[in-house]
């Protein structure tokens, strides 16, 4: 203690010269010293100091939830350099948010179609060990699980398992359903006591709350344990299939949160050797992400349509809709006869909750929703930085929990559809994927050997790449961000069925595809081609959604395939030098489009101002395009080409640093010569750095402001 005081005084240089051989007056003139005003004045400086480098670490700490918006309710704009007029369709006032945004993107597609219909995707070819990328990853341990769970379930039986039964006697244990209700309730049911190697038989609910008390062999004191424990309950029966129906194929899609294909190869390589050389998995080297943050991801794979086409039960509409009134696939597999399971970690950020009004009723037959709301404490577990704890349930990762439930789902009777996504592991920090390496292998392994290759359809993906992290700033990242992970493994049964379909799926592994193939996809593996959205974008030949099983034509573009310029990977981005007139004028136009967001709540909100500019991309068209006159020949086979054309509107990228503090946007733009200036849409705005507290003054009243917003108190 000594030795911190003397420190502390020497710091603030207080006299000490002489106080060596008076330990005692030493402590006293420590006691003291604060008392003079020239002392406080030095602490306050260094308090102070101690926050700005706290901020200024703060990208290196924890990430907060990933607070992304794909949709906003504020009027679209166009921005000229100077003002931000309001975009205007006819008759807009009788239109909802969805039927503005829609047509305004349908527009923007319908747009780009003109320059890019039938040019194809050149797909990046992204070196997944490029020292670009690899020098963010880190060795992470493994987690390990303290402890030794009393209780187990499978299927639908709970017991006391072997090795505690050997150990200790005069148990007995109370069980508690963990009863859903709707997305955001649940109840506990009543005690209810099992003795020794009784069995308890889930009726109510899939999970339980269990604690019990014994007498251990080599302890006179009694050994308590309590936890939580899941299975399937017996009360599930699915309906009788249609005639002719009876055998149709299983399908399991396992998906992780965050995973790029590329990521996936450097921070799984057991796992992708596994699917490539076990499972001869096909890997979809084209597949692009369609919008921004999971559940752009999730709605097209699970409904066939995007966000914007659904009814709009975002939590900030004042209406009474939930998630119920969608197509959800589960609730068209219900209807024929399947066994339905969405499995989800992370409840407190859920694809379909967080900022959505969730279910009223459960989406699938088996959901974990009120499962995992109870055994973190709605999520409070989580916030325990540091203890590897929040990684486990139990003496189980939460990661391979859910492995194993999916294992004993595919093992229940009758026909399935599964799908599980794993976000824990993934969601913070993309590095802690390793740690289920060898895990998933095994759980592959054990699909195998029990049988599942002959009758199920497996898909593996990411739903996209990192976005809340170092590699995101690299060129490389950006990529890998619109490249999620999506692999695919045919059932034996289908190769049988149609004899050269795994050919056309690997060709087609070679051309861009996107969430909404897969949705038709798995349509076209169950027999149900009915159930496809013929939706395709005003000017193209193709629908939006192609099944993988029929050849995809490549020649097909981010336009026709319903992929925004922002998002897609494929188009030919040039950089723009910092001497061109538009490099500036870029970077203000965002900066001034954030603040006219901002207006409405001036008062509580300062004015970001540009701070720096990291890059100013500009799309442009390939040389064939721009210098295309007509057809030579009668056929059209053969073109004319003359002196290329002056490009009326281009696409713009740019990437931006604003003060005050540090904040990191990158946005795509409209910009459209003849009138000299720039349309922005928030939709087409990312924020690539956490903002922390910066909006709390607005962040109950304005949430879609949140990532714009820095408070000025």
Not at 207 to 231: E, M, T
């Amino acid at each position: 203690m000594r030795k911190i005081l003397f420190i502390i005084i020497s710091t603030l240089n207080v006299p000490t010269k002489r106080l060596g051989a008076y330990p005692k007056l030493r402590i006293k003139m420590v006691v003291r010293w604060y008392r003079f005003r020239k002392y406080q004045i030095v602490i306050l400086f260094i308090l102070i100091l101690c926050i700005l480098y706290y901020i200024s670490l703060q990208d290196n700490l924890d990430r907060e939830e990933n607070l992304d918006i794909t949709r906003r309710i504020e009027p679209l704009r166009s921005l000229k350099l100077s003002r931000a007029p309001t975009f205007e369709y006819p008759n807009a006032h009788h239109l909802g948010p969805n039927d503005l945004y829609n047509r305004y993107i349908e527009e923007k597609l319908e747009e780009a179609l003109k320059e890019d219909k039938g040019t194809g995707c050149e797909i990046p070819k992204l070196d997944p060990f490029a020292k670009e990328v690899t020098k963010f990853d880190k060795i992470l341990p493994k987690v390990v699980c303290q402890g030794k769970d009393w209780v187990k379930c499978y299927h639908s039986e709970c017991r006391v398992t072997k090795e505690i039964l050997d150990t200790t006697t005069d148990i007995e244990c109370i069980y508690n359903d963990i009863i859903y209700i709707n997305d955001g309730e649940y109840v506990i049911g009543e005690d209810i006591t099992v003795k020794g190697n009784n069995s308890y038989v889930l009726t109510r609910s899939d999970h339980v709350k269990v604690k019990c008390i014994g007498n251990h062999i080599d302890s006179i004191l009694p050994s308590k344990w309590k936890g939580h424990s899941l299975g399937f309950r017996s009360s599930v029966h699915p309906k009788t299939p249609p005639q002719g129906r009876e055998n149709t194929l299983n399908v399991l899609i396992l998906g992780f949160d965050s995973t790029s294909h590329n990521g996936f190869v450097r921070r799984m390589p057991k796992s992708y050797q596994f699917l490539k050389d076990e499972f001869k998995a096909t890997i979809l080297q084209g597949y692009n992400i369609v919008g921004d943050g999971t559940p752009a991801a999730l709605f097209p794979i699970l409904t066939g349509k995007t966000e914007l086409e659904l009814p709009d039960v975002r939590k900030k509409m004042n209406n009474n809709g939930s998630l119920d009134s969608m197509p959800f696939i589960f609730y068209k597999l219900h209807e024929d006869g399947y066994r339905t399971a969405y499995f989800e970690d992370m409840p407190w950020i859920g694809t379909f909750q967080y900022r959505f009004k969730g279910f009223k009723h459960r989406p699938a037959d088996h959901y974990l929703r009120a499962f995992y709301l109870e055994e973190s404490n709605g999520g409070k577990k989580w916030w325990n930085v540091g203890s590897s704890n929040r990684y486990c349930v139990g003496d189980t990762p939460q990661y391979k929990l859910m492995l194993n439930i999916t294992d004993q789902f595919l093992k229940l009777d009758g026909k399935k559809f599964c799908f599980t996504f794993i976000a824990d592991i993934t969601h913070d920090n993309f590095n802690m994927i390793s740690t289920a390496d060898e895990d998933l292998v095994d759980f592959l392994r054990g699909f195998r050997q029990a049988g599942h290759l002959e009758h199920t359809l497996l898909m593996v993906m990411g739903d996209h790449g990192p976005r809340y992290a170092y590699i995101r700033d690299t060129l490389q990242g950006k990529l890998e961000e619109r490249l999620p992970l999506m692999g695919i493994v045919l059932p034996e049964v289908l190769k049988r069925e149609r004899p050269f379909v795994e050919d056309v799926l690997r060709s087609n592994a070679q051309v861009l595809t996107t969430p909404h193939d897969i949705y038709a996809t798995v349509l076209d593996v169950l027999h149900m081609r009915q159930h496809w959205n013929t939706y395709r974008v005003t000017g193209a030949d193709l629908t939006r959604g192609l099944t993988l099983l029929e050849p995809i034509p490549k020649n097909r573009s981010c336009s026709e395939a319903g992929i925004e310029p922002h998002w897609c990977a494929c188009l030919a981005w040039r950089n723009v030098t910092e001497d061109d007139p538009l490099y500036q004028r870029t970077a203000e136009a965002l900066v001034n489009y954030i603040n006219s967001l901002t207006e409405e709540v001036r008062e509580k909100c300062v004015i970001r101002t540009l701070t720096s500019i990291s890059w100013v991309m500009r799309q442009r068209g390939n040389s064939r395009m721009l210098s295309f006159v007509a057809a030579k020949d009668g056929d059209g086979y053969v073109g004319k080409f003359g002196a290329k054309v002056r490009v009326p509107r281009e696409n713009y990228q740019v990437k931006i640093i604003v003060g005050p503090s540090k904040g990191v946007y990158e946005a795509s733009m409209l910009y459209i010569a003849a009138e000299d200036k720039f349309e922005i849409n928030s939709r087409d705005i990312s924020r690539t750095n956490a903002y922390n507290n910066e909006p709390s003054c607005i962040s109950a009243t304005h949430p879609h402001l949140n990532m714009y917003c820095y408070c000025n108190d």
